[in-house]
């Protein structure tokens, strides 16, 4: 029976940052953090009944994340990037022969590669990733955490273009955060604290 006085915390969600796209099979696939904090991918019908009965097909990518995103190359096929802490990794979508079908689409996918960020100073973490494709290809943007002593707790963005062999190299802009502000020093004692400061009234 619910405590109406201490009522019970919702259930936190098992499966975060879901996001659907179509993949180079025109399926729609879900990409998402697990509860084991790994990127799973999940199609609804892959038209294989060796999956399951309903075709479904559940695989986890091996990716360890905070966060992650999907884009689109430039040839169309699916790129999932994860984060995790100032670690990225990312998996590309390869297109599929009769035979990569045949032997249970076990190479959907590139083998995980790291992405090298900049030296960026007093980097924490990454806070979050986004993609955008448009005509000139996949681009990516990260939003990094920073503690420096002169901005104290920051934000940087850093940007990249996709190229045919990974992210190109990457533009750091400015520090998003306020200066931090100069410690407050209490003024020093006046002349006349100094000669009347201790004097007594009867």
């Keep these: 029976m619910p405590n109406p006085i201490h009522p019970a915390e919702p259930a936190a969600s098992l499966w975060t940052q879901t996001i659907v796209l179509r993949n180079a ?5 879900a990409i998402s953090i697990g509860p084991d904090r790994k990127v799973w991918s999940f199609i609804a019908d892959t038209g294989d009944s060796r999956f399951e009965a309903s075709g479904q ?3 986890n990518l091996g990716l360890s ?17 994860a984060a995790k802490g100032l670690t990225l990794h990312y998996r590309t979508e390869r297109p599929l022969t009769a035979l990569d079908m ?16 900049p030296r960026i100073e007093g980097a924490v973490g990454v806070r979050r990733l986004y993609t955008q494709s448009s005509f000139s290809g996949l681009r990516i943007a990260l939003i990094v955490d920073t503690e420096t002593p002169e901005y104290g707790a920051s934000y ?14 990457f533009i750091l802009l400015p520090p998003l955060g306020a200066h931090k502000p100069a410690p407050h020093k209490p003024a020093g004692p006046t002349l006349r604290n100094r000669i009347f400061g ?3 009234i009867a």
Aim: charged share 20%; aromatic share 6%.
């Design 25 to 29: 099979q025109n399926q729609e696939e």
């Design 102 to 117: 045949a032997d249970g689409l076990r190479h959907r996918w590139t083998p995980a590669k790291p992405i090298q960020l």
């Design 57 to 59: 097909r559940l695989e």
């Design 156 to 169: 940087m963005m850093v940007c990249s273009q996709w190229g045919e062999t990974g992210p190109g190299p």
């Design 198 to 200: 201790s004097t007594q």
């Design 65 to 81: 994340a905070d966060f992650v995103t999907v884009g689109r190359n430039s040839v169309g096929a699916l790129v999932v990037i």
